[in-house]
T-cell receptor, first 112, second 115 residues
Framework: GDSVTQMEGPVTLSEEAFLTINCTYT??????LFWYVQYPGEGLQLLLK?????DKGSNKGFEATYRKETTSFHLEKGSVQVSDSAVYFC???????????FGKGTHLIIQP | DTAVSQTPKYLVTQMGNDKSIKCEQN?????MYWYKQDSKKFLKIMFS???????INETVPNRFSPKSPDKAHLNLHINSLELGDSAVYFC??????????????FGEGSWLTVV
């Protein structure tokens, strides 16, 4: 079945550091890929998505590129802020009733 | 305007009780879901509904009974609550079953604690 693997963390960085959170996937067919973010005590928010190979999703300074050849969708940001501290989930979905398959989440802590 | 809203946000109850969580979406979507997030933050789908019809039931105990009175609402009723039911329950919706790349929109979660 489909699966998503991401680094679990916690990942601790200083403010203005470069961020990479790795995500790789296994899927049949050609799924869409997503990054969701969960701030402390809140629900899940869509951060960005990509629906086909070589697409780049971007939002709020975050980027991720759908790499079919390496089955990856790594999340990057050039300069993180304290307000980026949250749990980040990589997910894949092929459409349909199965919804999304999530990775285990990466807890990101940004220190001032 | 909240797209997917669920109530209550926090719920503390005793073992053996029955409780419900309500969910409504105002996005005009056909498909709704319930997800469970455990203490390690792992998210797993429980149910999916399309136009009020159950599509997926992911080996959830039959103490959990979803009900969809119309396509904008998907409520979750839990009987005989157990300690292991303590989790965050997320309601979600997406446009329909057909669209590749459809975004799934989540509610803010309901934090259930069974004592």
């Amino acid at each position: 079945g489909d699966s998503v693997t991401q680094m679990e963390g916690p990942v601790t960085l200083s403010e203005e550091a470069f961020l990479t959170i790795n995500c790789t996937y296994t899927a049949t067919g050609y799924p869409s890929l997503f990054w969701y973010v969960q701030y402390p005590g809140e629900g899940l928010q869509l951060l960005l998505k990509a629906t086909k190979a070589d697409d780049k999703g971007s939002n709020k300074g975050f980027e991720a590129t759908y790499r079919k050849e390496t089955t990856s969708f790594h999340l990057e940001k050039g300069s993180v802020q304290v307000s980026d501290s949250a749990v980040y989930f990589c997910a894949l979905g092929g459409g349909g009733a199965d919804g999304l398959t999530f990775g285990k989440g990466t807890h990101l802590i940004i220190q001032p | 305007d909240t797209a997917v809203s669920q109530t209550p946000k926090y719920l503390v109850t005793q073992m053996g009780n029955d409780k419900s969580i309500k969910c409504e979406q105002n996005l005009g979507h056909d498909t709704m879901y319930w997800y469970k997030q455990d203490s390690k933050k792992f998210l797993k789908i429980m149910f999916s509904y399309n136009n009020k019809e159950l599509i997926i039931n992911e080996t959830v105990p039959n103490r959990f009974s979803p009900k969809s009175p119309d396509k904008a609402h998907l409520n979750l009723h839990i009987n005989s609550l157990e300690l292991g039911d303590s989790a965050v329950y997320f309601c979600a919706s997406s446009q329909d079953l057909r669209g590749h790349g459809n975004t799934i929109y989540f509610g803010e979660g309901s934090w259930l604690t069974v004592v």
